[in-house]
C-alpha cells in the first residue's frame, strides 16, 4: 500500500520560513519524481515545485527563489523549504509521487498571516 504522509506545515508569520517534509512508503522512492503542490481556497490544486529522480529541481514563478526542494532517498523523504513566506501563500500543501501512476498525500495546512 502507498502512502505519502505530509508534515511540517503550521501557522507562520509573513517573512517566516517553514520546511514541509512528505514521507512515502510502498513505492521504490528513489526512481519517483516528486513533487509539491498547493490548493488555496476557492482555487485550484497548482503545481508549485518538483525533483526528478536524477535531483534536478524546477519551481513555479509564484514561488521560485523562494522555496527549495529535495529529497532523502535514504530516509524515502521528500521536503520543500518555504522561506519569506506571504499571506498569499497560505493553502494546503500536498505531495505527489510520479512514475506511471499517481500518487498524493493527504495535505498539510499552511497559514501564513501579516
Known amino acids: 500500500q502507498v502512502q505519502l504522509g505530509e508534515s511540517g506545515g503550521g501557522l507562520v508569520r509573513a517573512g517566516g520560513s517553514l520546511r514541509l517534509s512528505c514521507a512515502a512508503s510502498?513505492?521504490?522512492?528513489?526512481?519517483?519524481?516528486m513533487a509539491w503542490y498547493r490548493q488555496a481556497p476557492g482555487k485550484q490544486r497548482e503545481w508549485i515545485a518538483g525533483?526528478?529522480?536524477?535531483?534536478?529541481?524546477n519551481y513555479a514563478a509564484s514561488v521560485q527563489g523562494r522555496a527549495t526542494i529535495s529529497r532523502d532517498n535514504a530516509k524515502n523523504t521528500v521536503y520543500l523549504q518555504m522561506n519569506s513566506l506571504k499571506p498569499e501563500d497560505t493553502a494546503v500543501y500536498y505531495c505527489?509521487?510520479?512514475?506511471?501512476?499517481?500518487?498524493w498525500g493527504q495535505g498539510t495546512q499552511v497559514t501564513v498571516f501579516s
Open positions: 510502498g513505492i521504490d522512492f528513489s526512481i519517483y519524481t
Open positions: 505527489n509521487a510520479f512514475r506511471v501512476l499517481v500518487y
Open positions: 525533483i526528478t529522480s536524477g535531483d534536478s529541481a
